[in-house]
């Protein structure tokens, strides 16, 4: 279980990067605007874009406590996959030249520096034990999505973890949930792609001890169409492009349950 | 009851045993062995007549719920037999989704359009997903029935056109019993996928199953593990380290040897059988082997 790491009235928090540094960029200067005393980052850095090396220094000149994803922790490791877990061979083939491009771009200074990231945070929000998780506290490549995470589980991880308030990425589709006892969940959702529902922006979560627990997605909307370019100028599937310009997930759709996968296109 | 001691490996030593680690999944074998079809391969020799493992009472089911939601479920699944065949599957099914995300397991053959129109109604009301994995061995008719019985084919077809319409998005379970007589180019996942679109099925979702030396295929193969063989391996990513099974006479470590003693872990409580389970059969190899989940992804 991670240490406690500080104290905070208001924080900004998000997970997937994908190598996205438009939507980064355009990220850090929305929070800028926003009053939190600290930014956080759930976690993979890296996959689907051109140019992983690009977003680390705008995560370090920002002063964002970032933890180690799944995508993270295999390029840190030289593992040959990014441990999703894909049986689906399509879903295996993009998986493989996404993860594959990533490792061979991203520098070995920072490959070293994703090693040294810890694998949670675990902050106070006013009177809130907060626990932030890549997948959950439990398995970095768990997801969990809105539809297959029951309350007595996130009661039990939270039991389990003396916490209050669950924060998880990972699945790129963010959502909320209060549990009883004032405690909650939330899945901060993802920058570095549109969540699968046809519209180009993406989400962050900015969260405020009032001191309830106050949570407020935030909608980005940055240069999808150039960060797009990018990724076909580097040779990379046209179904990575697709998505961005779109909203809809093009790939990486086997671990979709029922619920979100239909309200997707594909 | 007392609860039988694993069985010994044939060379009289006790079988290496898989850790319990948490209740990912708990599996309901709702029908037991009772089932209209009566595949060749059939994981536990399920029939239309003297199911050898009993269907489970409602409240046996209930009961597992509860108890589920207390220690954490992550997932539930509804098997048998088939598990339509119960008259009770769709008020379990609607108890279940008030506890975890659930799937049930069907061969698509028994299933009415008043049953799709309810399992959507299901599915709308629930909060967390309801998945349906329907089993079908080929496309070609002729070669899933040969293994699936007369006539199987086309009502499972018709069942996955049923759910398609429903916005159900159904699970196609494919076991690899035909694998080695298709010749088609691409893979099973290919041949499945091309299939299920040629029949109307817009986001194909295939589940390859690899064959299994037990129920009807029993005897094919007398291989066990041994703690040698699985030196250096992580025992915990077996799927028995986080799944129980409620049959009937009691908690199971494994939805493919529900019913047999040597996996039966707790003739009581979900609770009592969070210990570690026997690697004592021979189906354990070929989940070591394969890396074998029954969940559905």
């Given at each position: 279980?991670?240490?406690?790491?500080?104290?905070?009235?208001?924080?900004?928090?998000?997970?997937?990067?994908?190598?996205?540094?438009?939507?980064?960029?355009?990220?850090?200067?929305?929070?800028?605007?926003?009053?939190?005393?600290?930014?956080?980052?759930?976690?993979?850095?890296?996959?689907?874009?051109?140019?992983?090396?690009?977003?680390?220094?705008?995560?370090?000149?920002?002063?964002?406590?970032?933890?180690?994803?799944?995508?993270?922790?295999?390029?840190?490791?030289?593992?040959?996959?990014?441990?999703?877990?894909?049986?689906?061979?399509?879903?295996?083939?993009?998986?493989?030249?996404?993860?594959?491009?990533?490792?061979?771009?991203?520098?070995?200074?920072?490959?070293?520096?994703?090693r040294s990231l810890p694998a949670g945070f675990r902050v106070?929000?006013?009177?809130?034990?907060?626990?932030?998780?890549?997948?959950?506290?439990?398995?970095?490549?768990?997801?969990?999505?809105?539809?297959?995470?029951?309350?007595?589980?996130?009661?039990?991880?939270?039991?389990?973890?003396?916490?209050?308030?669950?924060?998880?990425?990972?699945?790129?589709?963010?959502?909320?949930?209060?549990?009883?006892?004032?405690?909650?969940?939330?899945?901060?959702?993802?920058?570095?792609?549109?969540?699968?529902?046809?519209?180009?922006?993406?989400?962050?979560?900015?969260?405020?001890?009032?001191?309830?627990?106050?949570?407020?997605?935030?909608?980005?909307?940055?240069?999808?169409?150039?960060?797009?370019?990018?990724?076909?100028?580097?040779?990379?599937?046209?179904?990575?492009?697709?998505?961005?310009?779109?909203?809809?997930?093009t790939t990486c759709l086997e671990n979709l349950p029922a619920?979100?996968?239909?309200?997707?296109?594909? | 009851?007392?609860?039988?001691?694993?069985?010994?490996?044939?060379?009289?030593?006790?079988?290496?045993?898989?850790?319990?680690?948490?209740?990912?999944?708990?599996?309901?074998?709702?029908?037991?062995?009772?089932?209209?079809?009566?595949?060749?391969?059939?994981?536990?020799?399920?029939?239309?007549?003297?199911?050898?493992?009993?269907?489970?009472?409602?409240?046996?089911?209930?009961?597992?719920?509860?108890?589920?939601?207390?220690?954490?479920?992550?997932?539930?699944?509804?098997?048998?037999?088939?598990?339509?065949?119960?008259?009770?599957?769709?008020?379990?099914?609607?108890?279940?989704?008030?506890?975890?995300?659930?799937?049930?397991?069907?061969?698509?053959?028994?299933?009415?359009?008043?049953?799709?129109?309810?399992?959507?109604?299901?599915?709308?009301?629930?909060?967390?997903?309801?998945?349906?994995?329907?089993?079908?061995?080929?496309?070609?008719?002729?070669?899933?029935?040969?293994?699936?019985?007369?006539?199987?084919?086309?009502?499972?077809?018709?069942?996955?056109?049923?759910?398609?319409?429903?916005?159900?998005?159904?699970?196609?379970?494919?076991?690899?019993?035909?694998?080695?007589?298709?010749?088609?180019?691409?893979?099973?996942?290919?041949?499945?996928?091309?299939?299920?679109?040629?029949?109307?099925?817009?986001?194909?979702?295939?589940?390859?199953?690899?064959?299994?030396?037990?129920?009807?295929?029993?005897?094919?193969?007398?291989?066990?593990?041994?703690?040698?063989?699985?030196?250096?391996?992580?025992?915990?990513?077996?799927?028995?380290?986080?799944?129980?099974?409620?049959?009937?006479?009691?908690?199971?470590?494994?939805?493919?040897?529900?019913?047999?003693?040597?996996?039966?872990?707790?003739?009581?409580?979900?609770?009592?059988?969070?210990?570690?389970?026997?690697?004592?059969?021979?189906?354990?190899?070929?989940?070591?082997?394969?890396?074998?989940?029954?969940?559905?992804?």
């Amino acid at each position: 279980m991670p240490e406690l790491l500080s104290e905070h009235r208001r924080i900004a928090v998000f997970g997937g990067v994908y190598s996205n540094a438009a939507a980064l960029a355009a990220t850090l200067a929305d929070v800028r605007q926003r009053d939190v005393d600290a930014v956080f980052c759930l976690g993979d850095l890296g996959g689907f874009g051109a140019h992983p090396d690009r977003v680390y220094p705008l995560l370090q000149e920002a002063g964002v406590r970032v933890m180690q994803g799944n995508y993270d922790a295999s390029l840190a490791s030289g593992r040959d996959d990014c441990a999703c877990g894909y049986t689906d061979p399509r879903d295996h083939h993009y998986a493989r030249i996404s993860y594959g491009y990533t490792f061979r771009n991203t520098s070995l200074d920072n490959r070293a520096w994703l090693r040294s990231l810890p694998a949670g945070f675990r902050v106070r929000l006013g009177p809130h034990r907060i626990l932030m998780s890549h997948g959950s506290p439990r398995m970095v490549n768990e997801f969990l999505w809105e539809t297959t995470t029951p309350d007595g589980l996130l009661a039990r991880l939270l039991d389990d973890h003396a916490a209050d308030v669950l924060l998880c990425t990972h699945t790129g589709i963010k959502w909320r949930r209060a549990l009883p006892a004032g405690r909650h969940a939330v899945n901060v959702g993802v920058i570095g792609r549109p969540e699968n529902d046809g519209s180009t922006n993406v989400w962050y979560t900015v969260l405020t001890a009032t001191p309830e627990l106050s949570v407020e997605f935030v909608p980005v909307h940055y240069d999808h169409e150039s960060v797009a370019r990018d990724i076909e100028r580097e040779g990379l599937p046209a179904e990575f492009a697709e998505t961005l310009r779109t909203g809809w997930w093009t790939t990486c759709l086997e671990n979709l349950p029922a619920k979100e996968r239909a309200r997707g296109k594909f | 009851m007392t609860i039988p001691p694993p069985v010994l490996a044939p060379e009289g030593v006790r079988a290496p045993t898989a850790p319990f680690a948490r209740l990912g999944a708990l599996w309901i074998q709702l029908t037991g062995t009772w089932c209209n079809l009566e595949c060749t391969h059939c994981l536990n020799a399920s029939g239309p007549t003297d199911p050898w493992l009993r269907p489970l009472a409602p409240a046996v089911v209930h009961h597992a719920l509860a108890e589920a939601e207390r220690l954490g479920v992550r997932e539930i699944y509804f098997t048998g037999g088939e598990p339509f065949l119960h008259r009770q599957i769709l008020p379990l099914l609607e108890a279940s989704l008030v506890v975890a995300p659930t799937t049930v397991l069907t061969n698509g053959t028994a299933l009415t359009v008043a049953t799709a129109d309810a399992l959507r109604a299901l599915a709308d009301r629930a909060r967390y997903s309801l998945e349906i994995r329907v089993s079908l061995d080929d496309v070609e008719q002729a070669r899933n029935d040969r293994v699936r019985g007369r006539g199987a084919f086309s009502r499972t077809v018709r069942t996955l056109q049923l759910l398609e319409a429903r916005g159900l998005l159904p699970i196609v379970a494919v076991t690899e019993i035909l694998r080695e007589e298709t010749t088609a180019e691409g893979g099973l996942y290919e041949r499945f996928h091309r299939f299920l679109r040629s029949i109307g099925i817009a986001r194909p979702r295939v589940k390859i199953i690899p064959v299994f030396a037990v129920g009807r295929l029993e005897g094919r193969r007398a291989e066990r593990l041994t703690d040698a063989a699985l030196e250096g391996f992580d025992r915990g990513m077996l799927q028995c380290a986080e799944t129980r099974v409620v049959a009937d006479g009691g908690v199971y470590a494994c939805p493919i040897l529900a019913g047999l003693p040597g996996a039966r872990l707790s003739s009581g409580s979900l609770e009592a059988a969070f210990r570690p389970a026997p690697l004592y059969h021979t189906a354990c190899v070929t989940c070591h082997r394969t890396g074998m989940s029954c969940r559905n992804f």
